[in-house]
């Protein structure tokens, strides 16, 4: 069964800190993976996407690995700011069918001053 | 280029009443999705359209869902009669031939009293 499963639920941190979110997938056979950030009341944005030859994209303070040999991947994001509070959804692609994406359940960040 | 649209944003209606949702993709967008996300959740594919084609609808609840997609455009999604439980944002996606990428709309936030 395709899964995608993202640690932590939910963070909070200081404005200013980094932080790393994570995501396990079983996905099988993958394609790409992406984040996507979700500002509340409003749709998905992607942030980075990655192919299986890639282990690590930058998009301005947002960093995200890829691990393919382990199915994990992070997203590392550098002196948050308040504007990086949302939710953060991993999507992985492939699995079978014609582009068949799989959702995690995503990590709601809140950056406080 | 112009994002996704849709309409309405906010809806609130009775159980059993009926609702429908408009989703317009990117021009020229060939794949279309319909999402359903439930506070706290990630988005959950209800289905998905090539073209005016469906090529997944594995997860639409089909006693009372319903999408269309004349003409390979405009997209609705309706539900006939609604429950409490599909209370949730509906997200239309699109993207382009061959890649996936997805493009979000801003969603429909749908409350059922």
């Known amino acids: 069964k395709n899964q995608v499963e993202q640690s932590p639920q939910s963070l909070i941190i200081l404005e200013g800190k980094n932080c790393t979110l994570q995501?396990?997938?079983?996905?099988?056979?993958?394609?790409?993976l992406r984040w996507y950030k979700q500002d509340t009341g409003r749709g998905p944005v992607s942030l980075t996407i990655?192919?299986?030859?890639?282990n690590t994209k930058s998009n301005g303070r947002y960093t995200a690995t890829l691990d393919a040999d382990t199915k994990q991947s992070s997203l590392h994001i550098t002196a948050s700011q308040l504007s990086d509070s949302a939710s953060y959804i991993c999507?992985?692609?492939?699995?079978?069918?014609?582009?068949?994406?799989?959702f995690g359940t995503g990590t709601k960040l809140q950056v406080i001053p | 280029e112009a994002g996704v649209a849709q309409s309405p944003r906010y809806k609130i209606i009775e159980k059993r009443q009926s609702v429908a949702f408009w989703c317009n993709p990117i021009?020229?967008?060939?794949?279309l999705y319909w999402y359903q996300q439930i506070l706290g959740q990630g988005p959950k594919l209800l289905i998905q359209?090539?073209?005016?084609?469906?090529?997944?609808d594995s997860q639409l609840p089909k006693d009372r869902f319903s999408a269309e997609r004349l003409k390979g455009v405009d997209s609705t999604l309706k539900i006939q009669p609604a429950k409490l439980e599909d209370s949730a944002v509906y997200l239309c996606?699109?993207?382009?031939?061959?890649?996936?990428?997805?493009?979000f709309g801003p969603g429909t936030r749908l409350t059922v009293t």
């Open positions: 995501c396990n997938y079983t996905v099988s056979p993958f394609s790409n």
């Open positions: 999507v992985v692609s492939g699995g079978g069918g014609y582009q068949k994406v799989t």
């Open positions: 021009s020229g967008h060939a794949t």
């Open positions: 990655m192919t299986f030859s890639e």
């Open positions: 996606a699109c993207s382009s031939w061959g890649t996936h990428e997805q493009y």
């Open positions: 359209f090539q073209n005016n084609g469906v090529v997944d």
